[in-house]
């Protein structure tokens, strides 16, 4: 299975916090993502965002429809998040758009086998992959982009 975490785009400061719009960079660094996804995502990529504008945003970038998880929404848990999920086994490619602190701890929690306070930046794509070896489900991380990093889209 394909587990791929988002942190939602830059969102301008304001209240309440699940109301927060992108900013004009937040809308590019959407764009950036979704283009490269676009080009080298795993197929049949099912959508996840969290309840908050921020991350329906982000996850509109893609030009197709997200499906709202609550267990994303800010202050969740990494573990009912998880628990959300058909990792390791399930058949489709699942993309979470989320928050932090919750998608550096499940992050930690499958790489490194405990909940850690690990940091994503905002916009950054962090996508893992499970195998079966040896009797053992094990996670992989398979690649990180940064939106600074990529090309920007031409319009």
């Not at 989320?98 to 930690?108: I, S, V």
């Not at 086998?113 to 994503?120: C, H, K, L, N, Q």
């Amino acid at each position: 299975m394909d587990l791929l975490f988002w942190r939602h785009a830059e969102a301008a400061a304001g209240e309440p916090d699940a109301e927060r719009a992108l900013t004009a960079k937040g809308r590019r660094q959407a764009r950036q993502v979704a283009h490269w996804l676009a080009g080298h995502g795993p197929p049949g990529l099912e959508v996840f965002a969290s309840p908050t504008l921020r991350t329906r945003q982000t996850a509109a970038a893609l030009e197709r429809s997200a499906r709202i998880l609550p267990s994303l929404a800010p202050g969740g848990d990494a573990a009912d998040l998880l628990a959300a999920t058909p990792w390791p086994a399930g058949p489709a490619a699942w993309l979470l758009v989320g928050h932090q602190p919750m998608l550096g701890r499940l992050a930690a929690l499958l790489l490194g086998g405990e909940e850690a306070d690990w940091s994503f930046r905002k916009g950054a794509l962090w996508w893992l992959r499970s195998r079966h070896r040896d009797g053992i489900w094990q996670a992989q991380l398979y690649t990180v982009q940064e939106p600074g990093l990529l090309p920007r889209p031409s319009a």
